[in-house]
């Protein structure tokens, strides 16, 4: 597995940009946070992560949930929310999201 480290630098500079604009509109601590780090992430495995063949399965994958994440945390900036229910739906779909890149990962390797 090989890292950009560019691409890393600049996915995290979007995903904290896009934490701040989550902020701005709600000054929720929990949605600005886990929105940077869900996004972060994903726009790591997107843009700078590469396994050689099988990367394309990897950045799919991950580009699928970061769409997720960001129309998800979109529905919590304009919806009313309780901070229970956002750390429960977001951490299940972090945890699905970390189980299935280990899989393709994992498949690549062998």
């Known amino acids: 597995m090989k ?3 560019i691409f890393v630098l600049i996915s995290l500079g979007i995903a904290a940009l896009v934490g701040y604009g989550f902020h701005a509109g709600t ?3 929990f949605l600005t946070l ?3 780090f ?3 992430a994903t726009l ?3 843009l700078s992560v590469s396994f050689g063949r099988g990367s394309a399965s990897a950045k799919a994958l991950s580009a699928v949930f970061f769409v997720l994440f960001l129309v998800e945390h979109l529905i919590f ?3 009313g929310f309780r901070q229970a229910v956002y750390i ?3 951490g299940i779909f972090f945890l699905v999201y970390a189980l299935i890149f280990y899989g393709v990962a994992k498949a690549v390797r062998q």
């Open 44 to 46: 790591a495995g997107t």
């Open 34 to 36: 886990g929105g940077g």
């Open 88 to 90: 429960i739906i977001t």
């Open 77 to 79: 900036a304009f919806a």
């Open 38 to 40: 869900v996004l972060f």
């Open 3 to 5: 890292v950009n480290w």
């Open 27 to 29: 000054a929720n601590l």
